[in-house]
């Protein structure tokens, strides 16, 4: 079955940069997408971008643009979301999701910016 | 960018009745809306995609419509185990959540 895990939880001062892996499993890597999408504590979801997994194409939200990269190492079917100068609203729980209809999430990452 | 506006962000009911929650979107997105539900701790779970198709082993309590750009999510009788926040999501133009709707015991 479609598998996405994710890498464990960070800790990270403000101003640093964190880079965060989702592994798949159970499917073609390349046929389908990659999308990150955040969730801040007790707030909604929030939508980061989107990873083209067979050229690496990417898009992002206007809010994300210039701060987050999206990356994948497709012979280890690893999708890779990085970003820099974090502050601490970036403090979230971090989701990578199989493009498609949208059933397929990781277990989250949780990302905690503090000095 | 496609806006969603879900109502109402908190709802209090008890178990048997019926629940609705509406999400509206800013331009016509046709029929590509997902429904999803998330408890503490968890990552959202997909129950409805494409408007109103049910995903395998949902219940079939709850169901998905849509009017134009208004799409609804009903849960004809609530079950102990729907309490929890439920959030519409748009797949037409990048991706768009709603603001989520936390179903709470009265």
């Known amino acids: 079955q479609v598998q996405l895990v994710q890498s464990g939880a960070e800790v990270k001062k403000p101003g640093a940069s964190v880079k965060l892996s989702c592994k798949a499993s159970?499917?073609?890597?390349?046929?389908?997408?990659i999308h990150w999408v955040r969730q801040a504590p007790g707030q909604g979801l929030e939508w980061m971008g989107w990873?083209?997994?067979?050229?690496?194409?990417?898009m992002f939200s206007q809010i994300f643009r210039g701060r987050v990269s999206l990356t994948r190492d497709t012979t280890a079917s690893m999708a890779y979301m990085e970003m820099t100068s974090l502050r601490s609203e970036d403090t979230a729980v971090y989701y990578c999701?199989?493009?498609?209809?949208?059933?397929?999430w990781g277990q989250g990452t949780l990302v905690t910016v503090s000095s | 960018d496609v806006q969603l506006t879900q109502s109402p962000s908190t709802l209090s009911a008890s178990v048997g009745d019926r629940v609705t929650i509406t999400c509206r979107a800013s331009?016509?997105?046709?029929?590509?809306l997902a429904w999803y539900q998330q408890k503490p701790g968890k990552a959202p779970k997909l129950l409805i995609q494409?408007?109103?198709n049910l995903e395998t082993g949902v219940p079939s309590r709850f169901i998905g419509s849509r009017s134009g750009t208004e799409f609804t999510l009903t849960i004809s009788s609530l079950h102990p185990d729907d309490f929890a926040t439920y959030y519409c999501?748009?797949?037409?133009?990048?991706?768009?959540f709603g603001q989520g709707t936390r179903v709470d015991i009265k």
């Open positions: 331009q016509n997105i046709n029929d590509w």
């Open positions: 999701v199989r493009d498609g209809n949208g059933g397929d």
């Open positions: 999501h748009q797949y037409h133009t990048y991706w768009t």
């Open positions: 990873l083209n997994s067979a050229n690496g194409d990417t």
């Open positions: 159970g499917y073609t890597f390349t046929s389908f997408g």
């Open positions: 494409r408007a109103s």
